[in-house]
T-cell receptor, first 114, second 110 residues
Framework: NAGVTQTPKFQVLKTGQSMTLQCAQDMNHEYMSWYRQDPGMGLRLIHYSVGAGITDQGEVPNGYNVSRSTTEDFPLRLLSAAPSQTSVYFC?????????????FGDGTRLSIL | SQQGEEDPQALSIQEGENATMNCSYKTSINNLQWYRQNSGRGLVHLILIRSNEREKHSGRLRVTLDTSKKSSSLLITASRAADTASYFCATLTGANNLFFGTGTRLTVIP
């Protein structure tokens, strides 16, 4: 039982490049989400999903796309990377939509945009 | 932003002392949760308190919630060097999303 697995752990991109951050969970959780963490800002919600085929926007969705074709996977796509997207990205999941259970986090992807 | 704020931003104490962190939030909530983050790692859930609860304990952790003041506190008793980490409060809103505060960086000196 690996929990939430994020790949890659580190990535450097040039402005304008695109890439996909991978997230997979093996706990059969309904709810998955992506956050970015910036110094002094805490974690901010980018996108979330309440089940396969269902996604929605969080606080800071611009510049990012998500999809949820399976229960296990929830990739985050940067369409055209910008320096403002330099951050640490965390994927999280929890058992159900209701939110009475704890969220499980991956160890993050550290992304630098040059 | 729906983020909460933790206070203080940083806290340094001696091993064995108690550490208290406070969290204030802006909107009505379903529950409030506290998480710990060790350097370079993801967040780990510590404790959840529902909006109709006032106090909750888990081991050396004690959480209080005052919904009239929109505030919560986390007390860690008899701190250890291994408690050194950042601590975040998070509030669950009606839309079932979790919004995080800005965190308190705790350093426990051996």
């Amino acid at each position: 039982n690996a929990g939430v697995t994020q790949t890659p752990k580190f990535q450097v991109l040039k402005t304008g490049q695109s890439m996909t951050l991978q997230c997979a969970q093996d706990m059969n959780h309904e709810y998955m989400s992506w956050y970015r963490q910036d110094p002094g800002m805490g974690l901010r919600l980018i996108h979330y999903s309440v089940g396969a085929g269902i996604t929605d926007q969080g606080e800071v969705p611009n510049g990012y796309n998500v999809s949820r074709s399976t229960t296990e996977d929830f990739p985050l796509r940067l369409l055209s990377a910008a320096p403002s997207q330099t951050s640490v990205y965390f994927c999280a999941s929890r058992q159900s939509i209701g939110g009475r259970q704890p969220q499980h986090f991956g160890d993050g992807t550290r992304l630098s945009i040059l | 932003s729906q983020q909460g704020e933790e206070d203080p931003q940083a806290l340094s104490i001696q091993e064995g002392e108690n550490a208290t962190m406070n969290c204030s939030y802006k909107t009505s909530i379903n529950n409030l949760q506290w998480y710990r983050q060790n350097s370079g790692r993801g967040l780990v859930h510590l404790i959840l308190i529902r909006s109709n609860e006032r106090e909750k304990h888990s081991g050396r952790l004690r959480v209080t919630l005052d919904t009239s003041k929109k505030s919560s506190s986390l007390l860690i008793t008899a701190s250890r060097a291994a408690d050194t980490a950042s601590y975040f409060c998070a509030t669950l809103t009606g839309a079932n999303n979790l919004f995080f505060g800005t965190g308190t960086r705790l350093t426990v000196i051996p």
